[in-house]
């Protein structure tokens, strides 16, 4: 038994350390972009209306030569709702066994940047709020939109920010994968929080960079029951007890 839980154990991990981030294209070096909620394919960004560029109102990018700028809430330069979204799905079938075996979870993490209230012009302020999160979805990734909007998903997980200008921030989450899941959707947007604009261009400055996602294991393997309460922590492994630490200590 011992034999065959180590056996499972090692067939779960060997595949996830050879993938370093799941995203493809995580810092918009690539311009492939797909303008539109359709793709038809994974592993490309797509969403509203966005640029890839480089140093731009003084701000360069967190990592290589490229960042992602938003420019409007919709997939033309003339818009009415409020968020400039990007999106990527992920094809997780390739780990349907582990998966299914519910012992998987990732963990995302994107940074994020903008122009400060100096150079608003006449706006005089800024929109300064930021979007990252992540959707498991059960089912083919033509269903998204249909599936999106009847919040038919599995499981979703969201982080926001009011950001600081000229700074390079971090959003960050982790999220159990359920065991239905067939592919995921990670989603980082800039919001009109501030100035709601009808037309023209939406965002002055608004820049993303440096997206992850990566697995985060959990040992398979039973935990042994010592009578301390401070052995039985360290069983948890290193994801249970930076959750246990936060449950208990940040109240
Ligand atoms: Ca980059
Ligand atoms: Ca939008
Ligand atoms: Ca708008």
Redesign the pocket.
Known sequence: MKRLLLIFGLFLILPLTTHATLIVNP???DQSYSLGFNPGSTGLWFGDYVEFVSEHNGIT???????LRFVSTTTSSAASTVRSDVWQFIDLSAYAPEIASGLLSVQGSAYVNRIGDDLAGSDVLINTMFEFDLFAFSGDFSTFLTQFYAQTYLESERVSLLSSPYEWQMLSFSMAIPAMTDFLAIHISATENVNNYLSGIEFHGHYA??ITLNFLPIDPSPAPVPEPSTLLLLGFGMLGLAGLKKRFFKE
Do not use: C, N, R, V
């Open positions: 810092g918009f070096e990018p967190y990592e290589g030569e490229t960042m960079d440096a």
